[in-house]
Structures are given as C-alpha cells and as structure tokens.
C-alpha cells in the first residue's frame, strides 16, 4: 500500500480527571452526632436494662 491509501486514526485525549474529586469522595464527610438509629437501639437497650432491675 502506498502512504495516500493508509488510514490514520486520530483518537482524541480523554478529559483530564479533577484530581481532588477522588479524596474528597472517600473522605467520610458529615454529621458529629450519632444516627436516629444507634440513639434508638441505645434507649431500647436502657429500657430493658430497667426492666430486668424491677
């Protein structure tokens, strides 16, 4: 084949990546507080801790 009939590909670069996003999506981020749910299971399990002392 002669260089006029070869195809040349052109792939374009891919879209460079913001590199801070990574980090800060496996950062755990939030509340200081404790879940509705441990501060429920917490005082059904003071609850029956009452309970067993009658």
Excluded: C, D, F, Y
């Amino acid at each position: 084949m002669t260089s006029a009939r070869k195809i040349k590909l052109k792939l374009k670069a891919p879209k460079p990546r913001n590199p801070l996003v990574a980090p800060a999506t496996q950062r755990k981020a939030g509340s200081h507080r404790k879940s509705e749910a441990s501060l429920r299971k917490k005082e059904n399990m003071a609850l029956k801790k009452q309970l067993l002392r009658i």
